[in-house]
């Protein structure tokens, strides 16, 4: 089993910067992925960004075109941390955004095994 909690969504005008947080628990998963995904009203969840690890080593990041250059995932493992760091971020970045891990690597998609609550972040023209 593997508890995320996402926090450090917001209101943010267009141009700025957030960085979502996720922390994981519960687990003890050497290898996995995890990933930020995000839905806004009337569309389909999307990856944003995902990453693989084994161990201390974080490997095939990918990310979304919408967001390549602006977004930056990556993980602290000393803190259980998974982290989203946005900038320049544009209205159309606007939505629920989840992190969610599975227990195989290069399994991350919507169909992740595990999911938080989500955290809403909003950006204004």
């Known amino acids: 089993q593997m508890q995320l909690a996402e926090s450090g969504g917001g209101s943010v005008q267009a141009g700025g910067s957030l960085r979502l947080s996720c922390v994981d628990s519960g687990h003890t998963y050497v290898s996995y992925c995890m990933g930020w995904f995000r839905q806004a009203p009337g569309k389909a969840r999307e990856m944003v960004a995902r990453?693989?690890?084994?161990?201390?080593?974080?490997?095939?990041?990918t990310y979304a075109d919408s967001v390549k250059g602006r977004f930056t995932i990556s993980k602290d493992n000393a803190k259980s941390t998974l982290y989203l760091q946005m900038n320049s971020l544009k209205p159309e970045d606007s939505g629920m955004y989840y992190c969610?891990?599975?227990?195989?690597?290069?399994?991350?998609?919507?169909?992740?095994?595990?999911w938080g609550q989500g955290t809403q972040v909003t950006v204004s023209s």
């Open positions: 990453i693989n690890i084994d161990g201390s080593i974080m490997y095939s990041i």
């Open positions: 969610a891990a599975d227990p195989v690597s290069f399994r991350c998609g919507v169909s992740s095994r595990y």
